[in-house]
């Protein structure tokens, strides 16, 4: 019956910090008063949403001289669209609704801030009846059968 003593504990195994506790400022100040080495490392872009490292035409696109930017609609396009649409007597916010697109869009159009996208100026273009593209801009859309 000497196994069996009431008084002694026995610890199979005791848990070490967590890595939460190890790594928090008053662990680190604790183990530099003890003398321990504590090694500290700046990680890159810590706490950011880059997942991958530099390409190698960084270097390439930084010495690249000219602007590279999207080309616009043309003012002409523009007016012509803030022409037609008041013709028919139609708002911004009532072409955008016969059209399916934002009320922005529109604007974007008129104001020649937007990248051109041929499915909005044909819908556009059919729904003022001015052509928008090509050589006759601003000529009335000949109405032909759609052909499928």
């Given at each position: 019956m000497?196994?069996?003593?009431?008084?002694?504990?026995?610890?199979?195994?005791?848990?070490?910090?967590?890595?939460?506790?190890?790594?928090?400022?008053?662990a680190?100040?604790?183990?530099?008063?003890?003398?321990e080495?504590?090694?500290?490392?700046?990680?890159?872009?810590?706490?950011?949403?880059?997942?991958?490292?530099?390409?190698?035409?960084?270097?390439?696109?930084?010495?690249?001289?000219?602007?590279?930017h999207h080309?616009?609609?043309?003012l002409?396009?523009?007016?012509?669209?803030?022409?037609g649409?008041?013709s028919?007597?139609?708002?911004?916010?009532?072409?955008?609704?016969?059209?399916?697109?934002?009320?922005?869009?529109?604007?974007?159009?008129?104001?020649?801030?937007?990248?051109?996208?041929?499915?909005?100026?044909?819908?556009?273009?059919?729904?003022?009846?001015?052509k928008?593209?090509?050589?006759?801009?601003?000529?009335?859309?000949?109405?032909?059968?759609?052909?499928?």
């Amino acid at each position: 019956m000497a196994e069996s003593d009431w008084d002694t504990v026995t610890v199979l195994r005791k848990k070490g910090p967590s890595a939460a506790q190890a790594k928090s400022k008053q662990a680190i100040l604790a183990a530099q008063r003890r003398g321990e080495d504590v090694e500290t490392s700046k990680k890159w872009a810590a706490g950011q949403n880059k997942q991958h490292s530099i390409t190698k035409n960084t270097a390439k696109l930084d010495r690249e001289t000219e602007e590279l930017h999207h080309d616009r609609v043309p003012l002409e396009v523009g007016k012509v669209i803030q022409q037609g649409r008041q013709s028919k007597g139609l708002t911004q916010k009532d072409l955008a609704t016969k059209i399916n697109e934002k009320p922005q869009v529109i604007a974007d159009y008129e104001c020649g801030r937007a990248i051109p996208n041929n499915q909005v100026l044909g819908k556009i273009e059919r729904a003022i009846s001015l052509k928008l593209r090509g050589r006759d801009i601003g000529k009335p859309l000949e109405a032909g059968p759609k052909g499928k």
